[in-house]
């Protein structure tokens, strides 16, 4: 399994992105799919998954903002983030967690910096 995250760039606070995270291989249910990001310094935050049955939590703080959709037929996993922060700037990761056998699959990152 392989992810591939790209989309990230520079915006302005209010902006918005869309990042991708295009799939190869095959992930193996009951998995995770999902956005994390991480600021220099500081652990990595989740910032939505959703379980293989369809549940989808979003964190806290991009609650109402950002949204997660999938394109099965093109194997690519999205985020829209919408009225971006500067507190948004960070590395965004996707990746994939194959429940059964604990597999945990990374993205290489892509940056996303939001301007004052």
């Known amino acids: 399994v392989q992810l591939q995250a790209s989309g990230g760039g520079m915006v302005q606070a209010g902006g918005c992105l869309r990042l991708s995270c295009a799939i190869s291989g095959n992930i193996d249910s009951p998995n995770v799919l999902g956005w994390y990001r991480q600021v220099p310094g500081k652990q990595r935050e989740m910032v939505v998954r959703v379980f293989s049955g369809g549940n989808t939590t979003y964190g806290d703080s991009v609650q109402g903002r950002f949204t997660l959709s999938r394109d099965n037929a093109k194997r690519t996993m999205y985020l829209q983030m919408n009225s971006l922060k500067p507190e948004d700037t960070a590395v965004y990761y996707c990746?994939?967690?194959?429940?059964?056998?604990?597999?945990?699959?990374w993205g290489q990152g892509t940056l996303v910096t939001v301007s004052s």
């Open positions: 990746a994939a967690h194959e429940l059964k056998m604990m597999k945990l699959y």
